[in-house]
C-alpha cells in the first residue's frame, strides 16, 4: 500500500553524483512499503550524516538511525523486510538507498502519470538513460540530472561534478557521450555573491568539460531572486551508440566479478544523498552551515573520467563486460545493490578489496563513499585479465570487489558486505530492498491558497510603458559570455552551437558508423509560468522545446526532464510537482513525445521559501537527412517576415507571467496564457517540415521555395524579442507594422514562429494547408529595429547593450569591487 | 605511395578523431599513435592534436614532453620529417623545446571557444606552402592557454627569420604579435593554436583549415617519396 503522510522527516534529492537510483520518470515495478503506520509527524531530521562516527558510534539503533536519515517507520519496515534488528551498516546502507535521492519516494506516485512508451523507444525510465533508435543502427541515449546543492556551496567543483555525473550515466549505457547541456538559474547578478556563483560555475563546466573532451553544446541561463540562496545547475547529456553495444546496469551469472574502475575510495562526499541536501537552506549560506557542508561536495578529477570513458568504451566494443553501472550518489552500495536487483542475483563486496585514498575507513563508509570517476564492471572470471589489460593501458585502476551469489531458492538475492571474501559478514540484506522495495509516499498536495487572487492580477490592466524600445533593451542579454567558455565543437559535429533555438549536430561519434543523420537538442524551462499555473507552464516548456527543436528541421522524439522543486513536505510543493507533471503528460501524449528519463530536486528551499517549480524538459529531434546548415535566428535582407501560429482562443498575447511584466515591471501575477495542443502539434509538424526540407536540401511540392531565411519561436520576450535577436544574429534591421499595442508586442503566447521568407505567398499557402494560422507583419532592411507607433531603435545601439549585459556585470563590475 | 601520418594520442588528448576525420575527408588516411610508443619508424609525418595531454596537469605539455612518443617526434623532426602541434601539441612542443616560447593563459584569463580570423603570414612551412602570406582564413580556437609569449631576441628572430607562419586579425587572446602559429628554423615543424580540423566541413561553417591540412599532406607526401618505409608502421 502507498504511504499517506502528513507529515515526515527524511532525506533529500539532489545529493551529489549523478546516478544514485534510476532514472526517475515513470516506474516499473514500484512496490509500496507494507506495514506502514502513514502519519506519524516525527520531529525534524536530524540529518548529521554518515561521517566516521557512524561505523564507531556506541548508541541505541533509534538515535542512529534518525541521524541516517530514516523515520521510525522506515526502520520499522527495515525490520520486517530482515525480520530482526538491523546492524549498523545496514541502517547506512538503507539510510542512503532510501533518501529521497536514491528512492523518489516522494516522487514515484506522481511519475507514473508520464508517458514512457513511444516506437523507437529502446530503454525508458529506470535505468541509468533513455536510450532511443535513431535508425541505421544508431541510437541516442539522454539523461538530465540536477547538481543544485553542491553547486551552491561550492560553485565550480558542485557543476564540475555535475558534469562529471551524467557523462558516467551515459557511457554506461555504452553510449559515447557527445554533447553536454546545461540549464542554470542564479538570483540577479547586482549581487556579488551571484556573481560569484555564476563564475564558478561556468568555470566548472568549462573546466571538466572540456577537459573530458565532451562539447558543450547549449543551454540556458535564467536570473531571477527566487535562485539566490538556491541556484539551480541542471546537466543534460547525449551520447551516440550502436545498437548492438546497447548495455543494462545488471549483474547475472553466479560467479562472475564485480571489477571497480577508477578512482580510489575517499572520504570525501559521504552522506551527499543524505546530508547535504537533507534539507533546504537555512538562509545563511554565506555563513559557517555553507562552509561545513563543503566537504560533503566532491571533487572532480576530468582527466581520470576521460581515461574511464575510453577504457570502458573499449571493454564494452570488445563483449567483456556483463552489465556495468556507474558509481555516483551512494556510491558502492547503489551500484552493487542494483546491478545484483536488476539480474536477479546476490552479490558478494569485500570492503578490504576496495582500494582506498586514505586510512581507517569504516566499511559503511567505504559502501557509501560518493567519490568521484568510479564505474562498477561484471565481468567473467575468464575475461578478467583481458579487462585488467585494457585498463591498464589507460592508466584505469580495476580491483575485484565482489562477486555475484545465486539468489537462495526461497528468497531474493542477497546483497553481503564481508570482511574479507572468506571474513566476516558485516551486512547481509536483499539487495532488492535497498532500491525496489524502498517506501513509497504520498504526500498531502494543497492548491495555494492565494492563487485565485495571483491569477485574477492581471498585468494587462498595467500602464503601457512610456518608452517600449527601452524596456525591449533591457530584456536583450547576449549569451555568449557563458558559452564561449565551453568546447562546443569537438568532435566536429556541432552544425549549430549554443545561441540557436536549438543545437543541431550530426549523429556521428567515433566508434559509431557517420550517416547523413543528425539530431536537434533543446532544453526550456518557465518558472514564471509555472510559479502561477504549474499544470499549463510545464505543458508549455515541453510544447517549446518540441517547436524549438523543429525550428532546426528536426522531428521531436523524446523528452527528459529535470523536476527542480521546493520542499516536499510542504503540501503546496507537492502539488506544484502534481500539477506539472499532468501538464507534461498532457503535451507528450498531445506531442506525441515518450518521456525516456528525468530526475526529480526536491529541497529547493532556503530560509523557508521555496524556489518557484522549475521542471526542465530537454527535447530530443531527430532529422533524417542534415547537409545544410538550419537557418538559424536571423534575417535576410529583403525578405519579408511571416508570424506562423496566433494565441490560442484569440485575443491579443498574454503578458501573464511574461518577461516584460516580471522584468521591467515587477508583476509577478495574472493567468497564463492557454495553450491548445492540437494547434501546437500542427504548428510543430509545419515548421519541422520546412526547415526539414531545408537541411535536407530537398524541394517537395514546392517546399525548397518558400525560402526560410531565418526562423525563431516566440518565447521570452515575446514577438520582440524574438524579432530583435533575429536581427542581432544576422545585422539586418526590420520595419514591422500591425502591432497594437505593447501586450501584443511582448506577451508570450505560446505556439507562434517569426520566419523571414524570401516567398511569403507560398510559405503561406503551406500554413494554410496546414491549418497554422500566418500572417505577413513587415519586412527585414535597414539598420534600425522599427515597430510602427512602439518602437524604433538603431540595430547598432541594441548590439551594444545585448553584447555588455553579460560582461558588463560579470568582467566591469567584479573588477571594480 | 601515400604518405604514413602518425596522430599521436597522449592520455587526456582530445582532438585526435577529429585530425583523422578531416584527414580522411581529403583523400588521406593517418592512424593513432599512443603516447607510449617510442618509434615513429615508418611515419612520414606527425600530427599531435588538440585536447589535455595528461590532463594538462603541472602545466599543459609539461608531462606529455615525457611521453617516450615525443622524443620519437623529436626524431622525425629532426630528419626533416612533417610535423604539426595543433592547439594542445603547440604547447606540447613548445615544453619538448621543438619550437620557442610559450604559451600562457589567455588575457583575461578566460577559456575561449569561437571562430575567429585568422592570416597566413608565411607561406614556406609544411602547414602553410603554397598558401600566399595575407590570406585570411575562418578557424576556430579552443584554448585556455592560447597566450604566445617568448623573449625578445626570440620574437626578433622569428620575424627576421620569416617564421611567424600565421597571426590573429584581431587580438583575441593577448598573444604576442598576435602569433597564432610559428615555426622552427628548418620550417618542418609547425605549432598552430587554431584547429584547422574544426573548419574541414561545410557543415560546420568553414572549410579553410583544408587548405592547411592539404599543405601539411603534400608536405608529407614530398617526405614519402623520399623516404622509403622498410616495413609497416609501428604500432
Known sequence: MDVDLAMTDETPTDGPGAGAGSSAAGTAGDRAADGRGGATGLGPAVGTGLGPAVGTAVGTPPALHRALGLTDDELAEI??????????????????????????????????RLPTDGPGVLV??????????????????????????????????????????????IFTMGARPIAVMDPLFFGGLEDARQRWLVEGVVAGISSYGNSVGVPTVGGELT????????PLVNVLCLGVLPVDRLVLGRATGAGNLAVLLGSRTGRDGIGGVSVLASAGFDGEEDGAGAAAKRPNVQVGDPYEEKRLIEACLELLDAGLVVGIQDLGGAGLVCATSETAARGGVGMDVDVTAVPLREEGMTPDEIMTSESQERMLAIVTPEHLARVEAVCARWEVRASVVGRVTEPPPDGPGVLRVLDGFDGAELAAVPAGSLSEDAPLYRRPLLRPQDLDARHADDPGRLPPPADAGADLLSLLTDPSWVYRQYDHQLFSNTVVGPGGDAAVLRLAAPGVRSTDRGLALSTDSNPRWCALDPRSGAAAIVAEAALNVACAGARPS???????????????????????????SEACVALGLPVIGGNVSFYNESGGHDIDPTPVVGVVGLID???????????????SIVVLGSPAGGGPASLAGSRWAVEVRGHRHGTPPPIDLAAHRALVDLVAGLVGDQVARTERQG???TGVGGIHDVSGGGIAVALAEMALGSGIGFEVSGVADHRELFGESPSRVVVATTDPEVLLARAGEAGVPARVIGVARGDRMVVEGLVDVALEDARAVWRHR??????ELAASS | MPPRIAVVVYPGTNCEHDVVRAMERLGASADLVWH?????????????????????????????????VTAAVAELAAAGGPVVGICNGFQVLTEAGLLPGALQKNRGLRFICETVDVEVSSGDSVLTAGIAPGTRLRIPINHFEGNYTCDHETLAGLRAEDRVIARYVDDVNGSTDRIAGICNPGRNVVGLMPHPERASDPLLGSEDGNALLGAFLGAATRVSGGSSPAGGPAR
Not at chain 1, 543544485?148 to 564540475?160: F, L, V
Request: charged share 20%; with cysteine.
Open chain 1, 124 to 169: 525508458g525510465p529506470g535505468e541509468n538513460a533513455g536510450v532511443i533508435d535513431a535508425g541505421d543502427g544508431v541510437a541516442v541515449a539522454v539523461r538530465i540530472e540536477s547538481h543544485n546543492h553542491p553547486s551552491a556551496i561550492e560553485p565550480k567543483q558542485g557543476a564540475a561534478t555535475g558534469v562529471g555525473g551524467i557523462l558516467r550515466d
Open chain 1, 806 to 811: 553579460l560582461p558588463g556585470a560579470l568582467d
Open chain 2, 36 to 68: 607510449g610508443t617510442s618509434s615513429l619508424a615508418g611515419y612520414d609525418a606527425a600530427v599531435l592534436p588538440g585536447g589535455f595531454a595528461h590532463g594538462d596537469y603541472l602545466r599543459p605539455g609539461a608531462l606529455a614532453r615525457f611521453s617516450p
Open chain 1, 223 to 230: 536570473f531571477d531572486p527566487c535562485y539566490a540562496l538556491n
Open chain 1, 625 to 639: 537527412e542534415l547537409r545544410a546548415i538550419p537557418p538559424g535566428i536571423r534575417l535576410t535582407p529583403g525578405s
Open chain 1, 558 to 584: 523524446a523528452v527528459v526532464n529535470c523536476l527542480n522543486f521546493g520542499n516536499p513536505e510542504h503540501p503546496e510543493v507537492m502539488w506544484q510537482l502534481s500539477e506539472a507533471i499532468d501538464g507534461m
Open chain 1, 79 to 112: 525490520r520486517r523486510v530482515l525480520g530482526r534488528e538491523p546492524n549498523r551498516v545496514e541502517l547506512a546502507l538503507y539510510g542512503v538507498m532510501w533518501s529521497e535521492h536514491c528512492s523518489y519516494k516522494s516522487s514515484r506516485i506522481h511519475l507514473r
Open chain 1, 703 to 705: 517546399a525548397g521555395k
